[in-house]
């Protein structure tokens, strides 16, 4: 059972940064296994959007709207994967959570992420941090 817990949220204004941690528990790799861990938000009136993820091999990938804005990478030794978050507009705004998802090293996905991946795809996921930008 994995437990996450979502951190570096706030109210900023439009053009501003913050930096998005989460924290997995409970992982198990192994030489044919890994995770993908992505970040997801949900967004009053528009429901759940995919923003970024990265494969178990480190290949980030992020969907149109934050490319060149939003970075995220991992650190396997604290089991953390973070989201430097720039330039923020107030179309960011929304409830942020990552997600995991357990994928085997002989599949594509252990490789190559989709960052439009939700809950759906995520084998499990958690609370998440409110992120509000203002204009």
């Known amino acids: 059972q994995l437990q996450f817990v979502e951190s570096g949220g706030g109210l900023v204004q439009a053009g501003g940064s913050l930096r998005l941690s989460c924290a997995v528990s409970g992982i198990k790799t192994s030489d044919e296994w890994g995770y993908v861990i992505g970040w997801i938000r949900r967004v009053p009136g528009k429901g759940r959007e995919g923003v970024s993820c990265?494969?178990?091999?480190?290949?980030?990938t992020y969907i149109d709207s934050v490319k060149g804005r939003f970075a995220i990478s991992s650190d396997s030794a604290k089991n953390t994967v973070s989201m430097e978050m720039n330039s923020l507009e107030p179309t960011d705004t929304g409830l942020y959570y990552c997600?995991?998802?357990?994928?085997?090293?002989?599949?594509?996905?252990?490789?190559?992420?989709?960052?439009?991946?939700?809950?759906?795809?995520?084998?499990?996921w958690g609370q998440g941090t409110q992120v509000t930008v203002s204009s």
């Open positions: 997600g995991a998802a357990r994928v085997h090293s002989g599949s594509d996905t252990y490789y190559y992420c989709s960052a439009h991946w939700t809950d759906d795809n995520y084998d499990s």
């Open positions: 990265i494969s178990a091999s480190g290949v980030p």
